[in-house]
């Protein structure tokens, strides 16, 4: 933490453990509070407010030019009181609890969609070491595999038949998941429409 008064002098310089942080703010007189606009500074802005500060959130491009010195905790709290100080600029605006629920179901949906991108890889990948191709798109995979499982068990293994089906099963599994959280995505209040996967 790096604070300073009305004139640019320092009149703090601290490190303080996240269960203090609140408590010391709440002693303070209302102020105005710079912030670094990462993960968890929405939920902080939102409570520091709460306590009567008028609260900042700068993203780093922003912050960058005040820094003179290599980066560290200390020297980029520095840097965000000179940032916080100057005339505003442009703020991150600060998102509601609301607001941020709802990027919880894209990011989820996001995670999920790359873990069947590596099912279907690893499927394919598993399938081309017993000289079995599927060309590439995962329509045509879905569309292909249950064949191939039943054709190809002279070419393949009881066992890979037996990891093959379980990967199968997943892809199902996951394809289930990302329509949910389409659903979801439609269901929320002024959410744009998910994207084909």
Sequence with gaps: ???????????????????????????????RIGMEACGSAHYWGRE??????????????????????????????????EAVSRPPRRVVPMKTVAQQAGRTVPRARELV???????????????????ITIAAGLSRLRRELPTLLTTTKA????????????????????DERITGHAGKLLSWPNRARPRSD
Excluded at 6 to 24: D, F, N, P
């Design 155 to 174: 070419v393949l293994p009881l066992l890979a038949r037996t990891v093959v089906s379980e990967l199968q099963t997943r892809l199902q599994e996951l």
């Design 113 to 131: 969609v790359s873990e069947r991108t590596a099912v279907a890889t690893q499927l394919r990948g598993l399938l081309l070491e017993y000289g």
């Design 1 to 31: 933490m790096h604070g300073g008064d009305e004139h640019g002098k320092v009149v703090i310089r601290k490190q303080w453990s996240r269960s203090k942080v609140l408590a010391y703010f709440a002693q303070l007189p209302a102020c």
């Design 48 to 81: 520091l407010q709460k306590l009567g500060h008028e609260v900042r959130l700068m993203a780093v491009q922003l912050i960058k030019p005040y820094r003179t010195k290599p980066k560290n905790d200390r020297h980029e709290a520095e840097a965000l009181g």
